[in-house]
């Protein structure tokens, strides 16, 4: 799935999301707004993550999203 379909269907994804990372917020969703970037931001700022690993995980996940 490319990101442009996440972006264009996050209220749906939202629930996806939320059961990989459960330290996000609903806040922090809403935010995000299915924007890659601040999706990214927040996996650092919640898990502490760097942000070359908070982008290998969202690649991860994406994967599993085909």
Do not use: C, F, P, S
Not at 19 to 33: P, R, V
């Amino acid at each position: 799935m490319d990101w442009n379909r996440i972006e264009g269907n996050w209220k749906q994804l939202k629930g996806k999301v939320k059961e990989q990372w459960g330290n996000l917020t609903d806040d922090d969703l809403d935010k995000i707004e299915g924007r890659r970037e601040q999706l990214e931001g927040k996996l650092q700022e919640r898990y502490g993550q760097t942000k070359d690993a908070a982008r290998k995980n969202v690649d991860d996940w994406l994967n599993t999203m085909h």
